[in-house]
């Protein structure tokens, strides 16, 4: 049909997408689960507000170990969302497309396993229902952005849909393309900047990192980036990741490989377990500089103090690490150390705050006219060792030994005050 659209069809364009349209910003809540988030008190993971969420794992489910591998991974570094498609849009038929339905089992396991929601591509119009089964969250790809029959279906489930930007396809033909979903009564729309088609032949597409803030601007929808599809290079995606964030993205959908040059499809743009614990580090530090945080999906923050939390596998059960092959293994342990650098760096600042805190007692001693040191006090901190020993199950007297040498610290810095600052007799 061609003509001038009438005065109503132009109120309503973009009705439903339009940041007027509704009062405050669409906050899309998905519920954790898995046997870890069985508690109803478990905050829902939530897209669009404060935090900002990564959903990542393989371009396509290839097979049990693999996804299982991925899922461990991308959870233990900090992803809240598995991503894998079981319905492959290659552009080439001869191509792996993906194992189909028989995927969805794979990734109910690795949700049950991980905790983490599942997001994944539904192709076809006819898969709408089945997929929404078995998926916290349906993707509607690139390739897929204008099929309205696909979109009209999607729209009429409850599942929330990640909707892609097509690489041809502008801004406003990506919110008309939410519209359609929306009309038909599914509200829950994520939009996705996956990079659009350019002429520059360096990556594989343009990431259009300024569509962030203007969608941001003009609609009330939460909006995500995938870097890995925008790139096509492993090395670009940690990059565009971080710009991503810092222009507003709400969330990042990452494709993450145990064996990125072994994977059967975009291994070329996958990262490593390792690589991908680095961009979640940086993506996180990104987050606070623009005054968000990275939800990193831990229950509370007692859990990081138990032994039994998810530690990129080196607590996973032993049969587990003797599934994975060399190269694997070597990228859990380099995982792991990073994770004990940063555990050292921690421990360290906090120890410089009780070192201050207790020059700080030193001089109100002081002025108060009491002994700085005080064996009444160390023995009463000596005593809480017993019991933060035993909450944290470790050895009691290893901890009263840590925190004997905490003690002689403190001690030493609250003397050195005393002898600087007290009036020197005449
Ligand atoms: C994908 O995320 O698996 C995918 C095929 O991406 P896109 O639709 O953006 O090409
Ligand atoms: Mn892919």
Same mark, same amino acid.
């Given at each position: 049909? +061609?003509?001038?659209?009438?005065?109503?069809?132009? #109120?309503?364009?973009?009705?439903?997408?339009?940041?007027?349209?509704? *009062?405050?910003?669409?906050?899309?809540?998905?519920?954790?689960?898995?046997?870890?988030?069985?508690?109803?008190?478990?905050?829902?993971?939530?897209?669009?507000?404060?935090?900002?969420?990564?959903?990542?794992?393989?371009?396509?489910?290839?097979?049990?170990?693999?996804?299982?591998? #991925?899922?461990?991974?991308?959870?233990?570094?900090?992803?809240?969302?598995?991503?894998?498609?079981?319905?492959?849009?290659?552009?080439?038929?001869?191509?792996?497309?993906?194992?189909?339905?028989? %995927?969805?089992?794979?990734?109910? &396991?690795?949700?049950?396993?991980?905790?983490?929601?599942?997001?994944? &591509?539904?192709?076809?119009?006819?898969?709408?229902?089945?997929?929404?089964?078995?998926?916290?969250?349906?993707?509607?790809?690139?390739?897929?952005?204008?099929?309205?029959?696909?979109?009209?279906?999607?729209?009429?489930?409850?599942?929330?849909?990640?909707?892609?930007?097509?690489?041809?396809?502008?801004?406003?033909?990506?919110?008309?393309?939410?519209?359609?979903?929306?009309?038909?009564? =599914?509200?829950?729309?994520?939009?996705?900047?996956?990079?659009?088609?350019?002429?520059?032949?360096?990556?594989?597409?343009?990431?259009?990192?300024?569509?962030?803030?203007?969608?941001?601007?003009?609609?009330?929808?939460?909006?995500?980036?995938?870097?890995?599809?925008?790139?096509?290079?492993?090395?670009?995606?940690?990059?565009?990741?971080?710009?991503?964030?810092?222009?507003? %993205?709400?969330?990042?959908?990452?494709?993450?490989?145990? =064996?990125? !040059?072994? %994977?059967?499809?975009?291994? &070329?743009?996958?990262?490593?377990?390792?690589?991908?614990?680095?961009?979640?580090?940086?993506?996180?530090?990104?987050?606070?500089?623009?005054?968000?945080?990275?939800?990193?999906?831990?229950? +509370?923050?007692?859990?990081?103090?138990?032994? =039994?939390?998810?530690? =990129?596998? %080196?607590?996973?059960?032993?049969?587990?690490?003797?599934?994975?092959?060399?190269?694997?293994?070597?990228?859990?342990? !380099?995982?792991?150390?990073?994770?004990?650098?940063?555990?050292?760096? &921690?421990?360290?600042?906090?120890?410089?705050?009780?070192?201050?805190?207790?020059?700080?007692?030193?001089?109100?001693?002081?002025?108060?006219?009491?002994?700085?040191?005080?064996?009444?006090?160390?023995?009463?901190?000596?005593?809480? *060792?017993?019991?933060?020993?035993?909450?944290?199950?470790?050895?009691?007297?290893?901890?009263?030994?840590?925190?004997?040498?905490?003690?002689?610290? +403190?001690?030493?810095?609250?003397?050195?005050?005393?002898?600087?600052?007290?009036?020197?007799?005449?």
């Amino acid at each position: 049909m +061609t003509g001038e659209p009438t005065a109503t069809e132009r #109120a309503r364009v973009q009705a439903l997408t339009a940041r007027g349209a509704v *009062a405050e910003r669409t906050v899309v809540s998905i519920p954790r689960v898995g046997a870890e988030f069985g508690s109803s008190q478990t905050p829902d993971i939530k897209i669009g507000g404060r935090t900002v969420v990564i959903a990542a794992g393989p371009c396509a489910v290839e097979n049990q170990e693999t996804l299982l591998a #991925a899922a461990r991974a991308v959870r233990s570094a900090g992803a809240v969302m598995l991503r894998g498609g079981a319905f492959k849009p290659r552009t080439s038929p001869y191509t792996f497309q993906g194992l189909g339905a028989e %995927a969805f089992d794979l990734l109910a &396991e690795a949700r049950e396993a991980t905790g983490l929601a599942i997001v994944t &591509e539904v192709l076809d119009p006819r898969h709408v229902d089945l997929v929404a089964q078995r998926a916290d969250v349906l993707q509607v790809g690139a390739r897929n952005m204008q099929n309205y029959a696909l979109l009209a279906e999607v729209g009429r489930v409850e599942r929330p849909v990640l909707l892609k930007r097509g690489f041809s396809a502008t801004v406003d033909e990506l919110l008309m393309a939410a519209e359609h979903v929306m009309a038909n009564g =599914n509200t829950r729309v994520i939009l996705c900047e996956r990079g659009i088609r350019t002429f520059e032949t360096k990556t594989r597409n343009t990431l259009d990192v300024a569509a962030v803030p203007v969608l941001k601007r003009e609609t009330h929808l939460p909006v995500f980036v995938d870097p890995s599809h925008a790139a096509g290079r492993a090395h670009l995606v940690i990059p565009l990741a971080l710009a991503a964030i810092a222009c507003g %993205a709400d969330g990042l959908l990452v494709e993450v490989h145990p =064996n990125p !040059a072994a %994977a059967r499809s975009d291994g &070329e743009q996958s990262l490593t377990p390792r690589a991908f614990a680095a961009l979640v580090r940086q993506v996180a530090g990104v987050a606070s500089a623009v005054g968000r945080e990275l939800d990193v999906g831990r229950l +509370t923050p007692d859990e990081s103090a138990t032994p =039994n939390e998810s530690d =990129n596998g %080196a607590s996973s059960p032993i049969h587990e690490l003797a599934d994975l092959d060399l190269p694997s293994l070597l990228d859990v342990l !380099a995982n792991v150390r990073d994770d004990i650098e940063t555990v050292d760096r &921690e421990i360290i600042s906090l120890l410089a705050r009780r070192v201050a805190l207790g020059r700080r007692a030193g001089r109100v001693k002081r002025v108060a006219g009491v002994p700085v040191v005080d064996p009444i006090q160390e023995h009463a901190v000596l005593d809480r *060792a017993r019991s933060l020993a035993e909450a944290a199950g470790l050895p009691y007297r290893d901890l009263a030994a840590l925190l004997r040498g905490m003690i002689a610290i +403190t001690r030493r810095a609250q003397l050195n005050d005393a002898a600087v600052e007290s009036p020197k007799p005449q």
